[in-house]
């Protein structure tokens, strides 16, 4: 070690030698022996109902070794979620989004996966669509989340316990002292609507998960900022306790906030589970 | 269905002889990280537009995702681990490291091949060239400025006598 005082020169990046010599290991660059490769069967439709899943011909394909809905995940939590645990890991009964998962099909290659994936074949009756806030807060409005939900991680207190008659998710009021006093005494009060831009960071490392869940428990190697918070939601969705759960996270290719809370682990781990063999959910920028 | 023909290929790989069997839809990156197990090659995009992919053909730059590996018969390819020689860094490595042009360094590998092909072709860039020739591969960390800065700086070392 140095005397010299670290404040007031530049200090070599640790890290900077692996980067440049291609030596640094993402989870992106993980593989293990036997390890199968998960494609997902996406949503096609923003709001509907799910009346069937076609899995023979993606069973049929060469390489294809098995095809995985929620149908299949028998006794496991089914969804996951940090605030209120309402993402379902495969879609159950309808689907709330264009690309919401509806099956994951694993293939000893990610061409073999993605040949399946292209097989099945999924009925949908629609439903209407709420695809602005204006319409989905309108008087009989179709329900998006008719469901009751429990609450997520224990360190938030949100919960639906109770069936909504509305599709109103949330709602926080912030405010001291004494407002109306304050409002009625100002010079100028300036009201505001704010109404946030779809946005999306693209971190130039794919959302990946590589998961291996077996007697012992469950280990998942992923590209993730809140590895504490992807290993609550996979304890739940197993029903294991926290020690069976190991989450590693390694180098991250970016994450810009993008790769906070769960992503593709419970994929990567149901589909594990499903097959016995590691499976490595890497999802493509499509 | 009929199964798909395999193809042999016998590309020099960082100075390295392979004889591969491949499938005709396997690409060069995936042939690079999953046949040869070297990851240092990233992919992101897919569809040719990050350029993280970025690895030497024969001299040029390609990007790995949309190139097919059946094609590297009898080529000679370079990636970002065929750049040091030995432990000794090339000088536009170095000067990555110097300019503190990587950050979470998924890109790098990518700016790192360019950024060689560049200075092959071009051994005293001007600072639009760099951004000209860099244009084709995106970094979401750094804003671009360090690693131009590395190129440059790169270009001024191996200019200098030695």
Known sequence: MTDAPAVGQSTARSDARSKVTGEARYAFDHAVPDMLFGAVVRSTRPHATIEEIEKDQALAIEGVAGVVTAQDLGDLFPRFGHLIADHPILAIDKVNYMGEPVALVLGETIHAASDGADAVVVRYSDLPVMADMETALAEGATLIHPATYPKGDSAFEEAITEPRDDNVAHEASLEWGDVDAALADAAVVVETTVKYPKLYAYAMEPYNALSTVNEEGLEVITTAQHPFMVRDDLARIFSIPLSKVRVRSPLLGGGYGSKSYTKVEPLASVGSWYSGRPVKVALSAE | ?162
């Not at chain 2, 199964?3 to 069997?21: D, F, K, L």
């Not at chain 2, 000679?76 to 360094?105: K, M, N, P, R, Y």
């Not at chain 2, 790098?108 to 000209?132: C, I, K, W, Y």
Request: glycine fraction near 8%; hydrophobic fraction near 40%.
């Open chain 2, 1 to 162: 269905m009929t199964a798909e023909t395999s193809i042999e290929i016998r590309p020099v790989v960082n100075g390295m002889s392979h004889t591969s069997i491949v499938k005709p839809r396997v690409t060069v990156a995936e042939y690079l990280r999953d046949y040869l197990g070297l990851t240092g090659t990233k992919t992101s995009c897919e569809v040719e537009v990050c350029g993280v992919c970025s690895v030497i053909v024969d001299g040029l730059p390609v990007s790995g995702c949309a190139a097919l590996a059946a094609d590297l018969d009898g080529k000679t390819v370079t990636t970002v681990e065929g750049l040091a020689t030995g432990d000794t860094l090339s000088h536009l490595q170095q000067a990555f490291i110097e300019t503190f042009a990587t950050q979470c360094g998924f890109c790098t590998p990518g700016f790192l091949v360019m950024g060689t092909a560049l200075l092959a072709a071009n051994p005293q860039p001007s600072r639009d060239d760099v951004m000209e020739y860099l244009e084709g591969n995106i970094c979401r960390c750094t804003g671009y400025r360090p690693i131009i800065e590395a190129v440059l700086l790169a270009a001024e070392r191996m200019a200098a006598p030695q």
